[in-house]
């Protein structure tokens, strides 16, 4: 039994076969939407995945991936990966982190915190640093989220603000991201008008500037740290709207990838480096992309780049990004707490699981997967293999990404017979699609349809393909 009275004890399947092979193949960014020059699934040659669509019609069947059906606050949410694998591990469905910083913001609970009440110790003599992905994707952030964030930090005898911006353009249109900056301006002007001395101080694309995951590249990270603690950059404006559209204009620019850059008073200063004595929280309530940072921000012993300077500085994160390592230590709102996820469940009944996927999505497979909890429950039960993605590089550039190899390792394990789930995630369809290259997208498409050819083979008793079905607007595919 478990502490609260549960049981941890599986009962038999009514249909699958006990001591057979399960294979979990989720195809992150697939799914099913109508036939069309933008939809590159349908386009690409996928005969792997048509034939178990053909084949066995009555066993199909499509997963809903977004709104209230993976824990989002409503059902004009559009789903993605963290929310997708926490609800597919778990078997449950959780208030997600858009829903409870939502509720926190909402009743006020937010400023009643240790985590808020431990940063506004630095209001008096010290900036608040509001560091995150400035959009209203909904996927890592949400702009309005910040906006009453700045209203209320304010109100509570915040004097000096510096936000520090990553531009999105992945869950939102691309070129969207000067709207955004010019909304945050705005806001920003109306604090100044209040006395409070607010600026954006820094810039720079998501995929360039800070947001990395998995370690996948450092140097991302780094490039953050120069422009928001170090206040250095190769670029140096005097406002945030002059930067994204003057960076916007380089042949090929796009919000995702912009450079980082400072902004920068009259005598070419920096205006808001992150110094001793400081706030900082990081705004964005997804996990994945902001644990990198939080360790460069909290970890004393830190060789992941040289930071040059580690100032003394109270930082909180808008959630706690990882439950395992309780990082950071200090969050403004409470994780939705995912326990008794599957794998918990098959460790405690002697069932053995591999799981594998590239470093970019290596975390979905395992960390969200447990409920964002790094690390084995049982190691001797679990193998865990990360397949390195290419860095520095693009999506669309190698759009096969490391699919191949991925379904190789599976189909390994299920042969070994030392594994009684095999559990993958193929990335293609999504990470490319993301770049939004149609021509790339179908290639990866059906590279990601190769991979589960390969991985069909016949030792296994029953597949499982999950299509993450992220419905997104009609013009976000022009
Ligand atoms: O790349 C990411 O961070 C998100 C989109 O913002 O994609 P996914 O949810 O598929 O990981």
């Not at 304010?154 to 520090?164: D, Q, W």
């Not at 450079?259 to 996990?287: C, Q, S």
């Not at 040289?306 to 409470?334: C, N, T, W």
């Not at 053995?352 to 497979?365: D, I, L, M, P, Q």
Request: hydrophobic share 40%.
């Amino acid at each position: 039994m478990g502490s609260s009275g549960f049981s941890w004890k599986l009962n038999d399947h009514p249909k699958l076969p006990k001591g057979k092979i399960i294979g979990l193949v989720v195809l992150d960014g697939w799914g099913e939407a109508k036939p069309n020059q933008y939809n590159c699934i349908h386009i690409a040659e996928t005969p792997a995945m048509d034939s178990l669509k053909m084949g066995a019609p009555e066993k199909w069947r499509l997963v809903k991936a977004h709104g209230k059906a993976v824990g989002l606050p409503t059902e004009d949410d559009m789903g993605n990966s963290e929310v997708g694998h926490n609800a597919l591990g778990a078997g449950r469905i959780f208030a997600q982190g858009a829903k409870l910083v939502d509720l926190a913001l909402a009743s006020g609970k937010i400023y009643e915190g240790e985590g808020f009440n431990y940063i506004k110790e630095s209001f008096e003599t010290g900036t608040l640093h509001l560091i995150g992905l400035l959009s209203d994707g909904g996927v890592h952030s949400r702009l309005d989220q910040l906006q009453l964030l700045l209203k209320g930090a304010s109100e509570r005898g915040a004097k000096r603000i510096r936000v520090h911006v990553l531009t999105d353009g992945r869950d939102v249109l691309d070129g969207s991201s000067v709207g955004f900056v010019e909304t945050l301006e705005n806001d920003l002007a109306k604090l100044r008008e209040k006395g409070v001395d607010a600026q954006i101080a820094s810039g720079g694309g998501r995929m360039q500037v800070t947001m990395d995951r998995y370690e996948n590249d450092w140097d991302v990270v780094k490039r953050g740290w120069d422009a928001q603690v170090l206040g250095e950059a190769p670029h140096k404006f005097k406002s945030a709207v002059e930067a994204i559209k003057k960076l916007r204009e380089a042949p090929n620019a796009n919000d995702q990838y912009l450079p980082p850059f400072v902004i920068v008073d009259d005598n070419g200063k920096a205006v808001g480096p992150i110094v001793d004595g400081d706030a900082v929280v990081t705004v964005n309530f997804r996990a994945d992309r902001m644990v990198m940072l939080a360790k460069a921000l909290e970890y004393d012993d830190f060789d992941k780049f040289d930071r040059v300077r580690f100032p003394k500085i109270r930082y909180a994160g808008m959630l706690q990004y990882d439950g395992e390592l309780k990082l950071p230590s200090h969050y403004l709102v409470s994780p939705p707490e995912i326990d008794r996820t599957s794998g918990e469940y098959l460790v405690h009944n002697g069932i053995r699981t591999f799981a594998c996927s590239e470093t970019v999505k290596f975390g979905h497979v395992t960390f969200f997967w447990n409920g964002n909890r790094s690390g084995y429950f049982k190691q001797e039960m679990e193998e865990y293999v990360e397949i390195p993605s290419d860095s520095g590089i693009t999506f669309n550039v190698q759009p096969k990404m490391k699919a191949l190899e991925i379904a190789e390792k599976a189909r390994d394990a299920i042969l070994s017979r030392k594994f009684d789930q095999v559990r993958v995630n193929l990335p293609n369809s999504d990470m490319v699609g993301h770049t939004g290259d149609i021509e790339a997208t179908i290639v990866a498409c059906k590279a990601a349809d190769d991979a589960v050819k390969v991985i069909l083979v016949l030792e296994i008793s029953s597949f499982f393909f999950l299509l993450l079905i992220i419905p997104f607007p009609e013009n976000f595919k022009q």
